[in-house]
């Protein structure tokens, strides 16, 4: 605090060197003054957001576009313009004019501005703002705008169009800059006239050589229009593009470019071309190569590191390098990597990457191979631009001359449940849908699901829920599942696809010295793993033999059930094919959409079609030994990866191969009977008419009296089957002779209400 022996001579020294101006309000307002000096020293943390968020932020009624405007926290809606001081990473000052805009935010030290400004300062991290004394920007007599090369082939008209329209507002620019010109929104008239322009990236990069102004180049910022400045557009050049990407949730709420849950592959595949894009010459050559499965998500992962390092992303499939005639492939593949080399700074994706190098006949062209090697080394050769190459494969079959090239090979495998669940949020906010579901219970029910197959379930069910319910916001949790039960009952037809049955204990009848052993074999590693971790024994196995109709094939079903595991269910025949090498190909196949689905039951129904005596089959080609071989080797590597359960089922054990049946693969033989005594007959009775109402409660006891010793569960079924059916006639006659006076419904539900003893009884 001043005292006012201080104050008074402050006020006599301010007399004395302004005699003019009254001292006491001359103090008041140079303190004012001086604590808006304090208030400019304010330095804000720079975020970048996208211009659909500007938009949708600040309202689309704002004369300022969202390269030419920064936000902080305030609550003044009216913008000023204020000079943007900051920083470089190589300490470089820069100042520039813009619009400051103050809106309520969380955070007082934040400043949200564009991806495209943020590129202009060079990526600083932080600046201040400062008084602009000339309010009033002039316009630019001329500016040059070069086209930045991109893998796109924009047409003269396009790009005309684009730049009318963009320059119809005034535009603050200064030399050096990069604009970002969408084409779906100034170049409407063209965009939704021409279907090539909706399968091609929408949006045009110009970069700004020259600005002049009375004859003079000038460097600061200045508007330009298109009835007050003159455009040109000179020779194209090559430049990196602004960086839109996030590795971290803004408090602006923006997406993230790359879903969490694949964040580790990201990460990997970052540290890979860091050191290519900051060191230009090097010896070695950056090429990798991408597998995983098809929709596993390998182009949006290369996507996403484009956007990462503002580098272009030239795409090529495999039919644009490949042709019919050797010539042709050669001016394929040279014409295309030119192109490549042209839009460089830019990372080049290969698709379909299997099937290149192919001949008619199916075969690897040694060719073709050497002469794309060739190609490789020519492009990576005296560029002045970073240049990154990715092969994805959706096959792990590429031949040793081909895998000799790459420096790393990521494999991207099916993601677990936590993984899951962090692609459904993504995928459910990337399309502004709102769900109070249980995404975790969702996430673990869509084991083996890829990137794509989770979108394609999140897709089916908001669309379907906005379909009946115009009016809510919020998706429930039964829409997912509905969609999750059609996704599944779509993969059926493709080897079945892993999912958990609805087989309950109650199904099973009898049995229990079975059901204790299965289970005691199977909730153990899953309970209690660190148990079996330091002495790497576990049982793999189980074999379930005995005459048809025991039910070895509704048990497995329940103990997947019980234990909350995956179920692939395999029958022999159906993995058999007549092409050589089809049918192990597919042996692998299952045991990898096991891996991806694990935990998780794989249950081989007729084993001994599939594992037959090795030297024993009479085959000529040998087919079936190389199945029971390639089975066996799968055996062997089968908990490396995953928790993954064998159960097989046969009535022939005799028949499979005795290298199957050892300790390690096949552990354990069990043997699944025929109900022998009366109570074991009652429990499969009364599993399999739980849902009947009979009318009499010794229905069940009277039958199993009079059943014979060797019934089967089948043959249970058969005489519950034809009772039900019995009834249902009776009551029919009764309702067509005026006995009876019922709806069709009841009908329907009271069907099997009418089982009596008598029915069963004719039966037996």
Known sequence: MIKNADFGFLVYLVGIVYPRRNSSCF????????????????????????????????????????????IVNGNTEGGSLKYLVANEPSNKIIKRKVNVIQKPLKNNSVALISYNLLFNLNSASNCTFRHCRDKSIKFADEVELSLINTSSDWSPIVIDTCLKNYFTLPKLVCTGDVLSVDLKKYGKEIFFLSNKLNNIKQTLYFKCTKVIYMGKLVHEGYLCATNKSTVKQVSNIQSFIPRIFSCEREICDDLLSCPEGFFSYFESMKKAVIPFVNKTQSNFQPIFLVEGRKGSGKSLLVQCLANYFGMHLYTINNFDISANIYAQNEVKLKNVFFGAKMVAPSIVEIKDFENFGKNNEGEYDERLISHFIQEVRSLFRNNSFPLVMFCCCNEKCIPGELKRIFLKIFDIKAPNDSEREKILWWILESMNAKTDADINGIANKTHGFLFEDLKALAHRAVTEFYSEHTNEESVPENYFLRALEFMQSTYHENLGAPRVPQVKWDDVGGLSDVKEEIIKTIKLPLKHPDLLKTTGLKRSGLLLYGPPGTGKTLIAKAVATECGLCFLSVKGPELLNMYVGQSEQNVREVFERARDASPCIIFFDELDSLAPNRGASGDSGGVMDRVVSQLLAEMDGLNKSGVIFIIGATNR?????????RPGRIDKLLYVGPCTDEDSKSAVLTALTRKFLLEENAVIDKTVKICPDNFSGADFYGICSGAWMSAVRRLISDIEN???????????????????????????
């Open 653 to 661: 054990p005799d028949l499979i191969d005795p290298a199957l049946l």
């Open 27 to 70: 103090i008041l307002y140079m303190f004012l003054n001086y604590c808006n000096v304090l208030k400019q020293q304010q330095i804000f943390t720079l975020r970048a957001i996208t211009s659909t968020f500007f938009t949708n932020f600040v309202g689309k009624s704002a004369v300022w576009d969202s390269d030419n405007t920064v």
């Open 738 to 764: 005026g006995k009876t006076f019922i709806s069709i419904n009841t009908l329907i539900r009271s069907a099997a209400l009418l089982s009596n003893l008598s029915v069963f009884l004719d039966l037996i």
